[in-house]
T-cell receptor, first 113, second 114 residues
Framework: EADIYQTPRYLVIGTGKKITLECSQT?????MYWYQQDPGMELHLIHYSYGVNSTEKGDLSSESTVSRIRTEHFPLTLESARPSHTSQYLC????????????FGEGSRLTVL | AQSVTQPDIHITVSEGASLELRCNYS??????LFWYVQSPGQGLQLLLK??????LVQGIKGFEAEFKRSQSSFNLRKPSVHWSDAAEYFC????????????FGQGTTLQVKP
């Protein structure tokens, strides 16, 4: 059973607010990822990290930023939310061994009014 | 460019009927292949994966998938669908380098009729 947690699950916020989506995993995984998923669409990688102090931008450009100060924690921040940021954000992790599968959190659904 | 195509956006089957969800990929080498399922409001759960060896892989919940290199396909099958299988299904490919980055298809929404 994967242990990766995202908060909040649902967030409705006004334009211009700063938001942070939290993601924590208790598996000791080095690699962590943020995917963005619009309704009925595929998942797009927006950020990833290979370990502490390592962050990279993904395949889909995003105005969000991430940090990785601790192995278990990979928060995503939007400094000034806009309606175009409305989406579901999924956090995932994987270990260094294994065959490449990702373990996903339950997602954070963000609505910006 | 690497890509994953799931040709069927929506599929409706009757409970007890068989199911096949199609997945085609474009990749420069033999990738890792995955099928994930997503219930409404939930994250993704791994159904099965192909890494190497036997091209017919068994997964959870009675699902199986067959890797066909010649067709660049990795179709998901289930012999008898249950109402609880209604969900969205995603095919994904990953590089064999240790990056862990996956490319996902657009997803297939499965509806099950009673």
């Amino acid at each position: 059973e994967a242990d990766i947690y995202q908060t909040p699950r649902y967030l409705v916020i006004g334009t211009g607010k700063k938001i942070t989506l939290e993601c924590s995993q208790t598996m000791g995984h080095d690699k962590m990822y943020w995917y963005q998923q619009d309704p009925g669409m595929e998942l797009h990688l927006i950020h990833y990290s290979y370990g502490v102090n390592s962050t990279e931008k993904g395949d889909l450009s995003s105005e969000s930023t991430v940090s990785r100060i601790r192995t278990e924690h990979f928060p995503l921040t939007l400094e000034s939310a806009r309606p175009s940021h409305t989406s579901q954000y999924l956090c995932a992790s994987r270990g260094t061994s294994g065959t490449g599968e990702l373990f996903f959190g339950e997602g954070s659904r963000l609505t910006v009014l | 460019a690497q890509s994953v195509t799931q040709p069927d956006i929506h599929i409706t089957v009757s409970e007890g009927a068989s199911l096949e969800l199609r997945c085609n990929y474009s990749y420069g080498a033999t990738p890792y292949l995955f099928w994930y399922v997503q219930s409404p409001g939930q994250g993704l759960q791994l159904l099965l994966k192909y890494f190497s060896g036997d091209t017919l892989v068994q997964g959870i919940k009675g699902f199986e998938a067959e890797f066909k290199r010649s067709q660049s396909s990795f179709n998901l099958r289930k012999p008898s669908v249950h109402w609880s299988d209604a969900a969205e299904y995603f095919c994904a490919v990953g590089a064999r380098e240790n990056t862990g980055k996956l490319i996902f298809g657009q997803g297939t929404t499965l509806q099950v009729k009673p």
